[in-house]
C-alpha cells in the first residue's frame, strides 16, 4: 500500500478540491487543495461504514450521501471556502442545477444550497486515487449515516420541527422574481432566489413565491409550518377574508388549498414588509440579477472595517492626506 501524503492546512480564499470515492461498504470524501505549486494536497478526509438501508442506495444517491456527510463533518471549510466537487458524474451535475426536485435529494440540494459549491471535471488522478485508495479500507464508525443525514430513517426528525416560511414577489416591467426563506428554531435557514422567465403582474409573482415556497418545504419533508408574507391580498384570500376577483389568480388559489393539506399544522399570517426585508432582498435579487444558464451564484461576504482601514494596512507608505 502507498503512504499517504501528510494532511495540509488549507490557505484562505483558496478553493478546495472535493473528491467522492464510495463502494457497498463505505463513502469517503477527500478534501485537497493546490499549493503554490499547483500540486494538489490533501488537506482531510472522512469516512463513513454504509449500514441498513445505506446500502441499498442508488450510486447517484451514495455520490449525495458523501458530499452531505462531508459538509457536516467539515463544516467549517465548507463555510470558509468555495468547494469544487470533482466529478465526471453527468447526473450530480444536472442534478445540482435543478430548481425543484422532490424526496431525499431535495432534502440534499437544499441543505447545500447554504454553501458554495461548484462543479470541476477531473484534470489528474492523483487525488481522486487517493480517494479511491481510502474507499478500499473501511474503518468502522459507530452510528449510521441516517442519524446524521436526511434519509429514510432521519426524515422522523425533519418531520417533526416546526419551520417558519416567508416569501414574496418582485414584479417591474422589464423582470420579475421571487425570494423564500425557510427557517426552524435550531437556527437553520435556507434562503432561495429564483427569476422568472416570463412576464406577470405583481400579485401572480406574490403567489409564485407563495406556491413555490410550499412545494420546497414539502419536498423537503416539512411539515409544520408557518409562513408569513406582506402581500395582504394573497394573505387574505388564503385565509378566506377576500374573494377572489381576477381571474388570473383562480388557478394559484385552486393550488395553495390542494398543498396547504399536506402540511399536519399550518398557519398564515400577514407581516410588515420591514420585517420581510430578507425574503424581499430575495426576490429583488432574483430580478435584477442578469444571468445566463439555469442558475448562478452570490455571495455576501461580511466587511468589519472601511475600505480606507484596509488600504493603509497594504499600503503602509502611503502618506496620511491632510484635510
Not at 500540486?39 to 482531510?44: A, L, V
Not at 445505506?54 to 447517484?60: F, L, N, V
Not at 416546526?162 to 418582485?170: I, L, N, P, V, Y
Not at 410550499?214 to 387574505?236: E, F, P, Q, Y
Request: hydrophobic content about 40%; glycine content about 6%; proline content about 4%.
Amino acid at each position: 500500500m502507498n503512504h499517504l501524503p501528510t494532511l495540509q492546512a488549507p490557505v484562505l480564499e483558496r478553493p478546495l478540491l472535493l473528491y467522492l470515492a464510495s463502494n457497498s461498504q463505505v463513502i469517503r470524501a477527500l478534501l485537497a487543495q493546490k499549493n503554490d505549486d499547483g500540486n494538489e494536497q490533501p488537506i482531510y478526509y472522512v469516512s463513513r461504514t454504509l449500514k441498513n438501508a445505506e446500502t441499498k442506495y442508488p450510486r447517484i444517491e451514495k455520490a449525495f450521501v458523501v458530499v452531505i456527510y462531508a459538509s457536516q463533518r467539515l463544516k467549517r471549510y465548507f463555510s470558509a471556502h468555495q468547494i469544487l466537487l470533482v466529478t465526471k458524474s453527468h447526473p450530480i451535475k444536472a442534478l445540482l442545477h435543478q430548481p425543484l426536485l422532490t424526496g431525499r435529494i431535495a432534502q440534499w440540494l437544499v441543505l447545500l444550497s447554504q454553501y458554495n459549491i461548484g462543479l470541476r471535471t477531473p484534470r489528474v488522478v492523483k487525488s481522486q486515487a487517493i480517494a479511491n485508495l481510502l474507499a478500499q479500507f473501511p474503518r468502522k464508525e459507530e452510528g449510521s449515516l441516517s442519524k446524521e443525514i436526511p434519509g429514510e430513517v432521519a426524515v422522523v426528525e425533519l418531520l417533526g420541527k416546526k419551520w417558519t416560511m416567508r416569501f414574496d414577489g418582485s414584479a417591474t416591467t422589464t423582470s420579475n422574481g421571487l425570494g423564500v426563506v425557510l427557517s426552524c428554531k435550531d437556527g437553520d435557514t435556507m434562503p432561495l432566489s429564483f427569476k422568472l422567465g416570463f412576464s406577470c403582474s405583481n400579485n401572480v409573482a406574490e403567489y409564485e413565491a407563495y406556491l413555490t415556497g410550499l412545494t420546497i418545504a414539502l419536498s423537503i419533508g416539512v411539515k409544520h409550518i408557518r409562513v408569513l408574507g406582506d402581500s395582504n391580498l394573497v394573505v387574505s384570500q388564503v385565509k378566506g377574508d377576500f374573494t377572489l376577483r381576477e381571474q388570473s389568480l383562480a388557478a394559484y388559489r385552486t393550488w395553495a388549498q390542494r398543498l396547504e393539506q399536506e402540511f399536519q399544522t399550518f398557519s398564515i399570517e400577514y407581516t410588515q414588509m420591514s420585517k420581510n426585508r430578507f425574503a424581499n432582498a430575495l426576490a429583488t435579487l432574483g430580478s435584477q440579477v442578469p444571468f445566463k444558464g439555469r442558475d448562478t451564484l452570490v455571495r455576501i461576504g461580511r466587511q468589519e472595517h472601511s475600505i480606507i482601514r484596509i488600504l493603509k494596512k497594504m499600503f503602509p507608505e502611503e502618506p496620511e492626506q491632510q484635510d
